[in-house]
């Protein structure tokens, strides 16, 4: 007879491995969910000239990339289609505003610029597919916040879909795609063949009243998502995909932003999946235009050599008022990452992240006061950032390498560091220093195992502020559209 000790310890086991199963379970069923979303009725097609979405602006007229002369067939080029398309319905701006429906096919395109008053929406068969010559991308001068191009100096090519000096401008669809066949980008920037800065799949600039939603982004030659300059932005059910091994192909890239909400996106990636930014060194500081108010909610992110949101390290302009929370980390480099450097200038302050679960990490979380890469010799060795009250909280972890890697900058503390009720189980091969911390002042409360001694313990809790953004009150309503353009001459003659 089994003696009643042995007896308990044999369930104890079963039970411990039973409610790791299921967490393996929920984390598979969390994957799944965010990757084949269900969508409801208002998001599906009853027919191509007649159906329902959801946006923050419906449009009173639209019209098919077809009726410009689109060819769905994945070798003819639409460029000049989609460039015509959207200079005819450019005219409606005054009078409701106009949709660009893509229907189903492979549409082959080069570069194309947006318009105000405006939604381009992709099909759920729809793929859009980025050339891959380069005459059908024109090179533009590098963003005044950075002075140059981050793959080389000089000007960069511009983006697949692109849009400067905007109001009120939509990108959705019923989960469209956009391929932005970056292999022979990866492949020209590892051998050193190129000559101007990589495109990014999307960015909008010097903007206001944008929403990205709704598709799925593959292999963007870099960057995939770059709102810059803008404010009133949101960016919500993507799902981005990219070889963890490509080279830069961040997913979401809030940069120069006020007010941007980024919810329910799926990405796997090369780089960081999220990355705040404000402008690099002495270009940045004379910028001065900050990301501030920022909430990023429900992200899933797999990214084996990089950070689930990095903040930095181009911060020069400054970050403030993020929030972010509900974050599932898989298989990443470290799950919250702070990049900074002497030269930088700046400040990154009043972060909040909340409700984190992290399973195989590198690092729960890592701050870098050394990260280099200056755009140049010119920056000024006396700009130092800032980093002070980062709050950490209500965050679980598993198979860890190593806590934490706090690393300030001699003679310029990070300080208001908090990190509470956050459990970090190590993994069996985890480094010998849990907790690396240097150059950092904070404090922490209950938080297993046990920080370094320079986040003194405190008996309550971190900060994450309950009133909301202005940007949680911008609400997505549901959109008719219907193929009612008074087709004609008017538009032949762009064709």
Known sequence: MLSLKRIHAQNTRLQTKMIRNLQVIHVILLVLAVTFPLRSSAGRFHSHDNFRYCAISCRANGASLTDFGGVGDGTTSNTNAFQAAIAHLSQYAEYGGSMLFVPPGKWLTGSFNLTSHFTLFLHKDAVLLASQEESEWAVIEPLP??????????????????????????????????DGQGESWWNKFHKGELQYTRPYLIEIMYSENVQISNLTLLNSPSWNIHPI?????????????????????????PDSCTNTRIEDCYIVSGDDCIAVKSGWDQYGIAFGMPTKQLVIRRLTCISPDSAVIALGSEMSGGIEDVRAEDILAINSESGIRIKTSVGRGGYVKDIYVRGMTMKTMKWAFWMTGNYGSHPDNNYDPNAFPSIQNINYRDMVAENVTMAAKLEGIAGDPFTGICISNVTIEMAKKAKKVIWNCTNIEGVSSSVVPKPCDKLQDQESGCDFPEVPLPIDNVEIQTCSYRRKLPLGDHVLKHL
């Open 145 to 178: 916040s950075y002075g140059r191009g981050r793959d080389t100096e000089g000007g960069r090519y511009i983006s697949l879909i692109f849009g400067t000096n905007l109001t009120d401008v939509v990108i959705t669809g019923d989960n469209g795609t956009i």
């Open 229 to 253: 300059y803008s404010s009133n932005v949101i960016v919500q059910g993507l799902t981005i995909l990219a070889p963890v091994t490509s080279p830069n192909t961040d997913g979401i890239n």
